[in-house]
């Protein structure tokens, strides 16, 4: 079946731009993350939803950071105000558990602030 | 908090050759313990997983095992193959969400 899906793939956004990352987990998961990506660096936790609701966002590193997830199924991660910090590949990973043992994750989205 | 430390790479091995890529944990209660892989331009892969102490993940012949006496789960293959070139990263759950270590990256020569 099919996998979790990320778009874009590839963002490029000017320092102060907003951007909208998707994640299109894999049907009937109920768990999804999202995970940042530095360059050379493993992924760093961002948040976690268990069907629509945000049960962890301890990981976001701001308040310019802020994700959805409505109607339970896809996500989207926003950043506001894009810094150059910001720039790393966003991960989604979804689990069909509760406990989230297992996370199949997407391609990624590779976001560039220039 | 919890913390995944792994070997550094890059790890350069020839083909059939013994690999080990070290990893340790920090954590206060019971993880379970991941391997997850990454090919060239290819997204996370599940590798192997352990939930316990002493249990043995296994998985295209690679293998970890969960040492609780010595907080490690370190990766082992018997004989590397040119296809295995990719980087490695061990992680532990941590109230549902992944903690990971920093990568190893290894490439095989044929």
């Known amino acids: 079946g099919a996998g979790v899906s990320q778009s874009p793939r590839y963002k490029v956004a000017k320092r102060g731009q907003d951007v909208a990352l998707r994640c299109d987990p894999i049907s009937g998961h109920v768990s999804l993350f999202w995970y940042q990506q530095a360059l050379g660096q493993g992924p760093e936790f961002l948040t976690y939803?268990?069907?629509?609701?945000?049960?962890?966002k301890s990981g976001l590193p701001s308040d310019r950071f802020f994700a959805e997830r409505p109607e339970g199924s896809v996500s989207t991660l926003k950043i506001q105000r894009t810094q150059q910090e910001d720039s790393a590949v966003y991960l989604c990973a979804s689990s069909s558990r509760l406990d989230a043992y297992e996370q199949y994750f997407g391609p990624g989205t590779r976001l560039t602030v220039t | 908090g919890d913390s995944v430390t792994q070997m550094e790479g890059p790890v350069t091995l020839s083909e059939e050759a013994f690999l080990t890529i070290n990893c340790t944990y920090t954590a206060t209660g019971y993880p379970s313990l991941f391997w997850y892989v990454q090919y060239p331009g290819e997204g996370l892969q599940l590798l192997l997983k352990?939930?316990?102490a002493d249990d043995k993940g296994s998985n295209k012949g690679f293998e970890a095992t969960y040492r609780k006496e010595t907080t490690s789960f370190h990766l082992e293959k018997g004989s590397v193959q040119v296809s295995d070139s990719a980087v490695y990263f061990c992680?532990?759950?941590?109230?549902?969400?992944?903690?990971w270590g920093l990568g190893t990256s290894l490439a095989v020569n044929p």
């Open positions: 939803f268990q069907n629509e609701a945000q049960l962890d």
């Open positions: 352990a939930t316990k």
């Open positions: 992680a532990l759950s941590d109230n549902r969400k992944l903690i």
